[in-house]
């Protein structure tokens, strides 16, 4: 789940019963899976100010924490908010860097990022196709050159589920098959 200042008023405990009522929601199903949950926090200002104050964040695994941007700005506290959170012990993640237009657009700063050694996780999705072919190429740019150790599905309904079908067929499959993902390790 989201959490985001304005849009997305998430917390911690909000999560954390609604995987409650998801894992009760599965178990009366008689389905047999784990299921864990932690946030994909918005970098921004307020989120910057939680961090130095110490606020409990959801985290997962070995506390890594996942963040992200808006599509199209990049926002001017990016790399404090990365070095913040060094500075606290977390783990940063970054999600789906290949669908940031800004990132796309400034080589320098992605250079600055794997420089940082920053984790990146990719949208499985992007390798499709799904999002556009800008977003494709970038997402093969990033296998490539940045430390990508997550993936994840963005996988919001079953039309999400059907094109994650058509994955095996992208030129990129069997590399990430045989890449060491951190998702395993959870
Ligand atoms: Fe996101």
Redesign the pocket.
Known sequence: P?IMSEYYRNTPEIIQMGLEDLRKAVKNEGIEIEIDAAA?YYMDEIFLEKVKAGEELLTFGDNYILV?TGFINRPQMLLEIFFHLEMAGYKPVF??PERYQYLVADKDLLQDLIDRNIIFQINLLSLTGFYSKQVKDFAETLLEKANVRFFGTDCHNSRYLDMLETLPKSKTFEKIRHSEWLNISL
């Open positions: 989201h994909e992200e999600a789906h």
